[in-house]
């Protein structure tokens, strides 16, 4: 993700009230609360520029939807959409996905999306992935028990990596593809990413990912 300097995102981004949520922490078990209903809760981690969410949250309104993106100079493209076009079932928060469990009771969430991830293909920077055991452990604690990841990526080296990283971690997988657009699924919502890596040719991977229940 290309990074471009933006000093007024957080002062615009804190203006929209009910689509940028400046402090999370407050709302810690209490997001059914902010949505005023009890639908399910499906968050993004990594959402770039939003398609992906915007796209899910128009195909399911019944779906409650948070996009956790690191950068403000990134995130505030999801807000300015949300702004031109309102869309009560999302939130956009700027948190280190690291740090969800300051954010979200456990079991508040019910499914989390991964979409290209960024690689980090050196293996010094392996803690860095976003399915290293580390932030599997962090999903886990927000997830209910047997939760989901759904996972999506251009990136063969990532994928084999994250598959390993999940079955040590004692997850099991439901769905595998080695090439998701060879029979694209008509309920499918294309990430930013994807149109992108897909245009140029390459296969797009993807896995539904499931926590084993603990005792
Ligand atoms: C390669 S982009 C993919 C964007 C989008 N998901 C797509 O498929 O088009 C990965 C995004 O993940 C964000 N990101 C990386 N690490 C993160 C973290 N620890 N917490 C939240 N967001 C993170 C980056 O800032 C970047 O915007």
Do not use: C
């Not at 969410?53 to 493209?77: H, T, W």
Request: hydrophobic share 40%; proline share 6%; net charge negative.
């Amino acid at each position: 993700m290309r990074l471009r300097h933006k000093p007024w995102a957080k002062e615009y981004m804190e203006a929209q009230e009910h689509i940028f949520i400046p402090n999370p922490d407050q709302l810690k078990g209490k997001w059914a609360e902010e949505f005023g209903n009890d639908h399910p809760l499906f968050i993004e981690v990594g959402s770039g520029k939003g398609q992906f969410i915007l796209g899910m949250a128009k195909q399911y309104p019944d779906v409650n939807f948070i996009a956790i993106e690191l950068f403000e100079s990134v995130a505030v493209s999801i807000v300015q959409k949300l702004v031109d076009t309102p869309m009560p079932n999302v939130r956009v928060l700027t948190v280190d996905a690291k740090q969800l469990v300051e954010y979200f009771e456990a079991g508040e969430v019910d499914r989390v999306y991964l979409n290209f991830s960024d690689p980090w293909p050196k293996t010094r920077h392996a803690k860095r992935r976003l399915t290293y055991k580390t932030f599997l452990a962090t999903y886990e604690a927000v997830l209910p028990k047997g939760g989901e990841i759904h996972f999506k990526t251009d990136n063969r080296g990532l994928f084999e990596y994250s598959l390993q990283s999940m079955s040590q971690y004692g997850m099991f997988f439901t769905e595998i593809s080695l090439d998701l657009h060879a029979d694209e699924p008509e309920d499918n919502v294309r990430t930013e990413y994807e149109e992108r890596f897909s245009a140029l040719g390459q296969p797009i991977y993807r896995m539904e990912a499931v926590f084993r229940p603990k005792n």
